[in-house]
C-alpha cells in the first residue's frame, strides 16, 4: 500500500491533513522493505508466482474425463457381455449347437497298401554230388544260365577206378553165370535118365539163380557208379542268374558232395553253407505281404496287384495274388500273401522292399465315421448319437459304446455298436453328456 491510500486525518487551522498512524500497516511495510532488503543482499532467485486457481481446474478437469473413457470402454461391454450370457443361459431353449453326421459303409472297393519283400520265383543252391577237387568252373556271379548248362567240373580219380572195377566184377559174374548155366543144363540132363537126385538137381538151379542175381547186381552198380560219373559236371536245374559261387580251381568237394572252402565271390554262409553256387530265376519275381486279418476274407487268387519301388521311381509292375497260406499267423495275425509279378528287363532283383497295392473288393463293406466323432473315456470308447436331425431343432444326444476296427487316418471303421444311417455328433467336446439337449445347425458326410 502506498502512502497515497493511507488514512488522513483532518486538516485543523488550515494546517495539511496528517495521516493516521496504523500498526499493522506499518509492520507489513516494514516487512516488506526488510524483505526485500535481505533477499538483494543474499542474491536469492526472484520471487514464484503461485498457480492459478484456474489452471489447477483445468488439470482436474482431464484427469476426470480420462477416467470416465476407461470406465466407457472396459466396464460397460464387459457388463453388457455378462447380461447377455445371463439372458442366454436363462433362455429355456438355451443348449449347445453341435454338427453332425451320417454313418455311412465304406465302398465296395478299395485298395490296400502293404510292405512286401521280392523274392526270386525260383532260388536254389547247387551241391556237388561226388567228391572231389574242382578242375574248372564256368559261371560266375552275375552269368544268366539255362538249364542243362555246365557250372563247373570235379575231378573225382576214385570214381573213375570204381567204375573200372564194377566193370570187373560184371565180367567176374557173367563167367560164374555162364558155369552156373552149364552145369544146371547137364544135370537136368542126368536127372531126366534119373542119375542125379532130385535134391542134387535143385541145388544146381539155385546156383544158376544166384549167378544171375550176382551178375544183375554187378550190372546195376556198374551203371550207378557210371550215373555218379556223370555228377562230376556240375549243371544249373532251371534257367536263372548266378547270385553265388563259393568254389574256385582246386577246391576240395568233401565225400558228401559239399564244400569246405570259404566262400570265393557274393553269397551268405547263412544261405549257401556247403553249396557251390546259387542259383535265381527272376524273370518272374514273387512279392509276400502280410494281410491283417480284417482283410484276409477279401483275399482270393487272382487278386489284381500293382507293385511299386523305391528304387525304380515312376514305374508300376502289375501282378496278381496267386495263392494264400489259408491260415493266420498266430504271433502277428496275419495271413502270408503271395503276389506274382512279371519281370521285363530282371530290374527287380531279390531282397528288395516293395509296396503292394492290393485291388480288394468287400464283402461286407465296413461302417466309418469321422475320427473326430470317437468320445475316449475311461468307460471305454464311446460315440454321441443324436434322436432327431432337423437343422435348427433342439435333439437328444445318447453316448453309445463302440468297438474300433481299422484306422484311415481320417475316418474310422466301426465294427460294432452303430447302424448304417444313425446320425453321430462329428466333433463332441468334453461338456457334452448323456440325455443333453443340442442343437444341431449343420451336417456333413465322412469320406473313407
Same mark, same amino acid.
Given at each position: 500500500?502506498?502512502?497515497?491510500?493511507?488514512?488522513?486525518?483532518?486538516?485543523?487551522?488550515?494546517?495539511?491533513?496528517?495521516?493516521?498512524?496504523d500498526?499493522?500497516?506499518?509492520?507489513?511495510?516494514?516487512?516488506?522493505?526488510?524483505?526485500?532488503?535481505?533477499?538483494?543482499?543474499?542474491?536469492?532467485a526472484?520471487?514464484?508466482?503461485?498457480?492459478?486457481?484456474?489452471?489447477?481446474?483445468?488439470?482436474?478437469?482431464?484427469?476426470?474425463?480420462v477416467?470416465?473413457?476407461?470406465?466407457?470402454?472396459?466396464?460397460?461391454?464387459?457388463?453388457?457381455?455378462?447380461?447377455?450370457?445371463?439372458?442366454?443361459?436363462?433362455?429355456?431353449?438355451?443348449?449347445?449347437?453341435?454338427?453332425?453326421?451320417?454313418?455311412?459303409?465304406?465302398?465296395?472297393?478299395?485298395?490296400?497298401?502293404?510292405?512286401?519283400?521280392?523274392?526270386?520265383?525260383?532260388?536254389?543252391?547247387?551241391?556237388?554230388?561226388?567228391?572231389?577237387?574242382?578242375?574248372?568252373?564256368?559261371?560266375?556271379i552275375?552269368?544268366?544260365v539255362r538249364?542243362?548248362?555246365?557250372?563247373?567240373?570235379?575231378?573225382?580219380?576214385?570214381?573213375?577206378?570204381?567204375?573200372?572195377?564194377?566193370?570187373?566184377?560184371?565180367?567176374?559174374?557173367q563167367?560164374?553165370?555162364?558155369?552156373?548155366?552149364?552145369?544146371?543144363?547137364?544135370? *537136368?540132363?542126368?536127372? =531126366?535118365?534119373? +542119375?542125379? @537126385? &532130385?535134391?542134387? #538137381?535143385?541145388?544146381?538151379?539155385? %546156383?544158376?539163380?544166384?549167378?544171375?542175381?550176382?551178375?544183375g547186381?554187378?550190372?546195376?552198380?556198374?551203371?550207378?557208379?557210371?550215373?555218379?560219373?556223370?555228377?562230376?559236371?556240375?549243371?544249373?536245374?532251371?534257367?536263372?542268374?548266378?547270385?553265388?559261387?563259393?568254389?574256385?580251381?582246386?577246391?576240395?568237394?568233401?565225400?558228401?558232395g559239399?564244400?569246405?572252402?570259404?566262400?570265393?565271390a557274393?553269397?551268405?554262409?547263412?544261405?549257401?553253407?556247403?553249396?557251390?553256387?546259387?542259383?535265381?530265376?527272376?524273370?518272374?519275381?514273387?512279392?509276400?505281404?502280410s494281410?491283417s486279418?480284417?482283410?484276409?476274407?477279401?483275399?482270393?487268387?487272382?487278386?489284381?496287384?500293382?507293385?511299386?519301388?523305391?528304387?525304380?521311381?515312376?514305374?508300376?509292375?502289375?501282378?496278381?495274388?496267386? *495263392?494264400?497260406?489259408? =491260415?493266420?499267423? +498266430?504271433? @502277428? &495275425?496275419?495271413? #502270408?500273401?503271395?503276389?506274382d509279378? %512279371?519281370?521285363?528287363?530282371?530290374?527287380?532283383?531279390?531282397?528288395?522292399?516293395?509296396?503292394?497295392?492290393?485291388?480288394?473288393?468287400?464283402?461286407?463293406p465296413?461302417?466309418?465315421?469321422?475320427a473326430s466323432?470317437?468320445?475316449?473315456?475311461s468307460?471305454?470308447?464311446?460315440?454321441?448319437?443324436?434322436?432327431?436331425?432337423?437343422?435348427?431343432?433342439?435333439?437328444?444326444?445318447?453316448l453309445?459304446?463302440?468297438?474300433v476296427?481299422?484306422?484311415?487316418?481320417?475316418?474310422?471303421?466301426?465294427?460294432?455298436?452303430?447302424?448304417?444311417?444313425?446320425?453321430?455328433?462329428?466333433?463332441?467336446?468334453?461338456?457334452?453328456?448323456?440325455?443333453?439337449?443340442?442343437?444341431?445347425?449343420?451336417?456333413?458326410?465322412?469320406?473313407?
Amino acid at each position: 500500500m502506498s502512502p497515497s491510500d493511507r488514512p488522513v486525518s483532518p486538516a485543523t487551522n488550515g494546517e495539511p491533513p496528517v495521516p493516521l498512524h496504523d500498526p499493522a500497516r506499518d509492520h507489513v511495510h516494514n516487512s516488506h522493505i526488510d524483505a526485500h532488503e535481505h533477499h538483494v543482499d543474499v542474491g536469492a532467485a526472484p520471487p514464484v508466482q503461485p498457480a492459478s486457481n484456474r489452471r489447477m481446474l483445468l488439470f482436474a478437469s482431464a484427469i476426470v474425463v480420462v477416467l470416465a473413457a476407461l470406465f466407457i470402454t472396459a466396464f460397460l461391454p464387459r457388463r453388457a457381455v455378462s447380461r447377455e450370457l445371463a439372458a442366454a443361459a436363462a433362455a429355456p431353449d438355451a443348449s449347445p449347437t453341435v454338427q453332425v453326421v451320417p454313418v455311412v459303409r465304406a465302398s465296395a472297393g478299395g485298395d490296400l497298401m502293404l510292405p512286401g519283400t521280392i523274392q526270386a520265383i525260383h532260388e536254389g543252391a547247387i551241391y556237388a554230388r561226388v567228391g572231389g577237387y574242382v578242375k574248372q568252373w564256368h559261371a560266375d556271379i552275375g552269368s544268366t544260365v539255362r538249364a542243362g548248362d555246365v557250372l563247373a567240373e570235379i575231378d573225382a580219380p576214385e570214381l573213375e577206378q570204381g567204375v573200372q572195377q564194377a566193370q570187373q566184377q560184371v565180367a567176374q559174374t557173367q563167367a560164374a553165370l555162364g558155369l552156373a548155366k552149364a552145369d544146371l543144363a547137364r544135370w *537136368r540132363s542126368l536127372a =531126366a535118365d534119373s +542119375a542125379v @537126385s &532130385r535134391e542134387e #538137381l535143385d541145388q544146381k538151379t539155385a %546156383a544158376y539163380d544166384a549167378a544171375v542175381a550176382n551178375n544183375g547186381a554187378a550190372q546195376a552198380n556198374v551203371r550207378r557208379l557210371t550215373e555218379m560219373q556223370r555228377f562230376t559236371r556240375v549243371t544249373a536245374p532251371f534257367t536263372g542268374v548266378v547270385t553265388a559261387r563259393n568254389v574256385d580251381i582246386g577246391s576240395l568237394i568233401g565225400a558228401n558232395g559239399s564244400t569246405g572252402s570259404a566262400i570265393a565271390a557274393g553269397g551268405s554262409a547263412a544261405q549257401s553253407a556247403g553249396s557251390l553256387f546259387r542259383l535265381a530265376q527272376t524273370d518272374t519275381v514273387r512279392t509276400y505281404v502280410s494281410v491283417s486279418e480284417a482283410d484276409a476274407p477279401s483275399i482270393t487268387a487272382g487278386l489284381p496287384a500293382d507293385i511299386t519301388v523305391q528304387e525304380i521311381p515312376n514305374r508300376t509292375f502289375v501282378g496278381h495274388v496267386v *495263392r494264400t497260406a489259408g =491260415a493266420l499267423d +498266430a504271433a @502277428s &495275425r496275419t495271413m #502270408l500273401t503271395e503276389i506274382d509279378v %512279371a519281370n521285363p528287363g530282371f530290374v527287380l532283383v531279390p531282397g528288395m522292399y516293395a509296396q503292394a497295392r492290393l485291388h480288394l473288393v468287400h464283402r461286407a463293406p465296413a461302417l466309418i465315421v469321422p475320427a473326430s466323432a470317437l468320445v475316449l473315456r475311461s468307460s471305454g470308447t464311446q460315440v454321441a448319437v443324436v434322436d432327431s436331425t432337423g437343422p435348427g431343432k433342439a435333439t437328444t444326444i445318447h453316448l453309445v459304446p463302440v468297438v474300433v476296427g481299422r484306422d484311415f487316418g481320417g475316418t474310422m471303421e466301426i465294427q460294432s455298436g452303430l447302424t448304417e444311417g444313425a446320425t453321430i455328433v462329428s466333433n463332441p467336446n468334453a461338456d457334452l453328456t448323456d440325455g443333453m439337449t443340442v442343437q444341431v445347425v449343420a451336417r456333413s458326410s465322412p469320406r473313407p
